[in-house]
């Protein structure tokens, strides 16, 4: 049996030219854009408009975007990224004013939050209308270690770039991979529907061409809440069967009377969103000041760092997936040891030791963010996933914009230390308010695999 899906690799040679392409880009852009104004604020914004845009987007259009050839739309929305990249090498190679330049970031990066809204729900339908169950959830794990790959080849490449000086070279980069990506994205489109094939190939569950949630609860990628840094959807714990075990309760899936304790769980959920996907973004926009601090005027060491966070998140989704730590693990220790690591990062400026502690704080953030996307799944009533699953993609992506507002205005209003600190305290406070949660214990059942 192959690894990979029949035709499923035009989707994944999709999905690792796109993370390079945007992993190159995004490094480039947050430097560019430091180097340009030494303004963490500026900074701060330019990484915030990569979240906004598609914050609105998903809640005005999120019914809208089942219609249509999904793989064609997604070469299409990959178009607009690549003129995006190659304006943006044109208007930096041109010695354009400061002003336009930063102009251009920020449109650039709003279009790129508008896209991954839109190609999310394209991708999670492409994968459902053109692969068999199983083969589509084996073809979604393969999607997210790519990705991952993807941003380290990505980051690391940008830094070997900006170590020229040439931020130029890295937009038009990325725009030549969008183009390549987006000619894979219609080579998945040559496919036929799985609706053509015998129905046998159909697994338990699966609906064919239809995108509608299938009843044991399995999402698709369009409804997977935006997480980690790397855009990917996270290998989601097997889940319990709704309707039985102690993850059900009253109201889950068979019509009875509401669970009285459901709305307060998922109340905590959404509290717990804000540290939990605020606490990533805060990070990326603190590793450009923290890079020219510990090595002023080197873009090598700012590379290291995006490639070590990158890193953090590969080993926390091969953490989980392994099973070598749980979701549970997670949720009851990531945010105490995230505030410890952050407060470590404060510390000190000896290169190695920051490598590490950005290496490990990231692993512990990013699993965080995933066991919430599995409570994501987990916690609503059966009929009620795919609403939650908005709003909370909501909350968590306006967190990311505000966190990387404020992270910039604290590093030039009180300086980068007292801006860890402030990461750290939020991190401890949050994590140990966690033990005193009435409803930690239901909470943690949903995603305690038995």
Excluded at 110 to 117: D, F, I, P, R
Excluded at 205 to 216: I, K, T, Y
Excluded at 249 to 277: E, F, K, N, Q, W
Excluded at 414 to 439: D, E, I, P, S, Y
């Amino acid at each position: 049996m192959s690894r990979i899906p029949q035709g499923g690799a035009w989707l994944l040679a999709y999905f690792l030219l796109s993370s390079v392409a945007e992993a190159l880009q995004a490094v480039a852009i947050l430097w560019a854009s430091y180097e340009l104004t030494h303004n963490a604020t500026v900074t701060g914004v330019v990484n915030a408009a990569a979240y906004v845009p598609g914050i609105v987007l998903g809640l005005v259009l999120r019914k809208r975007v089942d219609g249509g050839h999904a793989s064609r739309q997604l070469a299409l929305t990959n178009w607009a990224l690549a003129g995006g990249s190659a304006a943006l090498a044109l208007v930096y190679a041109a010695g354009s004013s400061h002003d336009v330049v930063l102009g251009a970031f920020i449109v650039a990066q709003c279009v790129l939050s508008v896209v991954k809204a839109l190609n999310k729900a394209y991708v999670g339908r492409v994968i459902r209308q053109r692969f068999p169950s199983p083969a589509g959830i084996r073809l979604r794990e393969q999607v997210t270690s790519l990705g991952l790959v993807g941003g380290l080849v990505g980051g690391g490449a940008a830094g070997l770039v900006l170590e020229t000086g040439a931020a130029g070279w890295c937009f038009g980069g990325a725009a030549l991979l969008y183009v390549l990506s987006l000619a894979s994205a219609w080579r998945v489109g040559s496919r036929p529907d799985a609706d053509t094939r015998p129905a046998a190939a159909n697994g338990p569950g699966d609906e064919g061409s239809s995108g509608e949630e299938n009843p044991a609860g399995e999402r698709s990628a369009a409804e997977a809440p935006a997480g980690a840094e790397v855009e990917a959807d996270p290998v989601p714990e097997p889940e319990q069967p709704r309707g039985s075990g102690p993850a059900t309760g009253p109201g889950r899936g068979t019509g009875s009377a509401p669970d009285a304790g459901a709305a307060g769980r998922l109340r905590l959920i959404l509290l717990y969103s804000v540290p939990s996907s605020g606490s990533l973004p805060f990070i990326s926009t603190l590793t450009v000041p923290l890079a020219q601090a510990v090595a002023p005027g080197s873009s090598t060491l700012y590379s290291i760092l995006t490639v070590a966070s990158t890193c953090g998140g590969f080993l926390a989704g091969a953490a989980l997936s392994s099973g070598r730590m749980s979701s549970r693990t997670f949720l009851n220790a990531a945010l105490v040891a995230g505030g410890v690591l952050s407060a470590a990062v404060a510390a000190t400026l000896w290169p190695p030791a920051v490598v590490l502690v950005m290496l490990v704080l990231n692993m512990v953030m990013t699993g965080h963010v995933m066991a919430m996307q599995v409570l994501t799944n987990q916690a609503p009533p059966e009929d009620q996933v795919g609403r939650f699953a908005v709003v909370r993609n909501a909350v968590a992506g306006t967190a990311k914009a505000g966190f990387s507002l404020l992270a910039g205005w604290l590093v030039e209003a009180a300086g980068l230390t007292v801006a860890w600190l402030f990461l750290a305290v939020v991190l401890g406070v949050f994590g140990a308010a966690w033990w005193t949660v009435r409803q930690r214990t239901a909470i943690l059942r949903l995603v305690t695999v038995t």
